[in-house]
């Protein structure tokens, strides 16, 4: 069973610093695709940034510029390091990750980032 744990949330100080980590388990296969999504309270889950294997990015508008998301396909596990932080990027980020891309959406149990001076 496919597995994915988070880790490197916390409490930041606008415009600082974080960078979060999700390693997969449970498959000897690449995922074909690894990301993150954030949701804010009393806000809908949205999308913060994807990549597939063969690299190409996604991000939210709104990160652009901001976050960089990376991955070591050999393991199986998806980084986002966030720079230069605003309240606005406060919320619960959960890593993502589909083995083909029509497969099961797999999700991380989240990990809270907030961004308060």
């Known amino acids: 069973q496919v597995q994915l744990v988070e880790s490197g949330g916390g409490l930041v100080q606008p415009g600082g610093s974080l960078r979060l980590s999700c390693a997969a388990s449970?498959?000897?296969?690449?995922?074909?695709?690894m990301g993150w999504y954030r949701q804010a309270p009393g806000k809908q889950r949205e999308l913060v940034a994807t990549i597939i294997s063969a690299g190409r990015t996604n991000y939210a508008d709104s990160v652009k510029g901001r976050f960089t998301v990376s991955r070591d396909n050999a393991k199986n596990t998806v980084f986002l390091q966030m720079n230069s932080l605003k309240p606005e990027d406060t919320g619960d980020y959960y890593c993502y990750a589909k083995l083909t891309p029509r497969g099961t959406n797999y999700w991380g149990q989240g990990t809270q980032v907030t961004v308060s001076s």
């Open positions: 449970g498959t000897s296969f690449s995922m074909y695709v």
